[in-house]
Nanobody, 124 residues
Framework: QVQLVESGGGLVQAGGSLRLSCAASGRTFNTYAMGWFRQAPGEEREFVGGISRSGGSTRIADSLKGRFTISRDNAKNVVYLQMNSLKPEDTAVYYC?????????????????WGEGTQVTVSS
């Protein structure tokens, strides 16, 4: 079992940057593929990015490519989401999630563990 705690959210002006962190408990972090998702009010939870358990394979949602980057540090049990050139439409609660196995999934239903989320608000 793994517990996930997100941090790094906040209020930022359009065009700014934030780096979200997701700290995982336990000694088996490197056995989990990780994902970042976001959910705006009234919207479904959507895939933001995923990273394999080794970090060797990553994917960012097509609409976010060029602005967002996902990475992980298995020695520190942390996964990151770097967000640049933020837009008001990026406003949402951002969640990290873990799934057993090598590869990430773009479906939230594939994940076993979730953090409680961190709010990101981008003002215009």
């Amino acid at each position: 079992q793994v517990q996930l705690v997100e941090s790094g959210g906040g209020l930022v002006q359009a065009g700014g940057s934030l780096r979200l962190s997701c700290a995982a408990s336990g000694r088996t972090f490197n056995t989990y593929a990780m994902g970042w998702f976001r959910q705006a009010p009234g919207e479904e939870r959507e895939f933001v990015g995923g990273i394999s358990r080794s970090g060797g394979s990553t994917r960012i949602a097509d609409s976010l490519k060029g602005r967002f980057t996902i990475s992980r540090d298995n020695a520190k049990n942390v996964v990151y989401l770097q967000m640049n050139s933020l837009k008001p439409e990026d406003t949402a609660v951002y969640y990290c999630a873990a799934r057993s196995g090598t590869n990430y999934s773009m479906s939230p239903r594939a994940y076993d563990y979730w953090g409680e989320g961190t709010q990101v608000t981008v003002s215009s």
